[in-house]
């Protein structure tokens, strides 16, 4: 068991480019999601995952965000046309059952710098 | 909508002593789980301790316990024989009928030598 993985660890771009971030969630965990962290804050859920099915959404996941899981193993998120507004680490977890209740294993998380 | 609050932003506590953290929450729901996670310093988030709000029995994880009470929607954790390695930023999350965890803003703690 490798645990939650992401890359690239931190990115830093330049406002209005695309960014893409990766997570390989733990092997057989069929539930993924992904959450963003300020500073100073606890971190708040954008959308989450059932194998391949994305089963849920944030308002706070705007029309520039984009997440899919193709093959229900790991999943993107893209950030299209980036904002200052978006810097923030990106955190991903994955759980090993439907119901509700599970413990989430959270990945080291990706840290975005947009200038 | 589910809220959590942590109310003390940041603590420090001698090594080997006993320190209480505390959070409280707020919904409607009957069934749900309450965690504690650990966030150190630049490290990835891992879960400390797991309760079920169906048992009354509060949780124990080695030298960590919470204090879980439900009327009154209260969920601290307690850390005794405090080592180094427990610094760290520490967060109170709700778990219900949704799938997501909401967070509460977290409270630094530093254990001192």
């Known amino acids: 068991d490798t645990g939650v993985s992401q890359d690239p660890r931190h990115k830093i771009t330049k406002r209005g480019q695309n960014v893409t971030f990766r997570c390989d969630p733990i092997?057989?965990?069929?539930?993924l999601y992904w959450y963003r962290q300020t500073l100073g804050q606890g971190p708040e859920f954008l959308t989450y995952?059932?194998?391949?099915?994305?089963?849920?959404k944030s308002r706070l996941l705007s029309d520039r965000f984009s997440a899919e899981r193709p093959k229900g193993s790991f999943s993107t998120l893209e950030i299209q046309r980036t904002e200052q507004g978006d810097s923030a680490m990106y955190l991903c977890?994955?759980?090993?059952?439907?119901?509700?209740?599970?413990?989430?294993?959270f990945g080291p998380g990706t840290r975005l710098l947009v200038l | 909508a589910q809220t959590v609050t942590q109310s003390q932003p940041e603590m420090s506590v001698q090594e080997a002593e006993t320190v209480t953290l505390s959070c409280t929450y707020d919904?409607?729901?009957?069934?749900?789980?309450l965690f504690w996670y650990k966030q150190p310093p630049s490290r990835q988030m891992i879960l400390v301790i797991r309760?079920?709000?169906?048992?009354?029995q509060n949780a124990t994880e080695n030298r960590f316990s919470v204090n879980f009470q439900k009327a009154a929607k209260s969920f601290s954790l307690k850390i005794s024989d405090s080592q180094l390695g427990d610094t760290a930023m520490y967060f109170c999350?709700?778990?219900?009928?949704?799938?997501?965890?909401?967070f509460g803003k977290g409270m630094k703690l530093t254990v001192n030598p």
């Open positions: 999350a709700f778990g219900g009928g949704s799938e997501k965890l909401v």
């Open positions: 309760q079920e709000a169906y048992k009354q």
């Open positions: 995952f059932q194998n391949e099915a994305q089963l849920e």
């Open positions: 919904t409607s729901e009957n069934n749900y789980y």
């Open positions: 092997s057989e965990h069929n539930r």
């Open positions: 977890a994955s759980s090993p059952r439907t119901g509700n209740g599970e413990t989430q294993y």
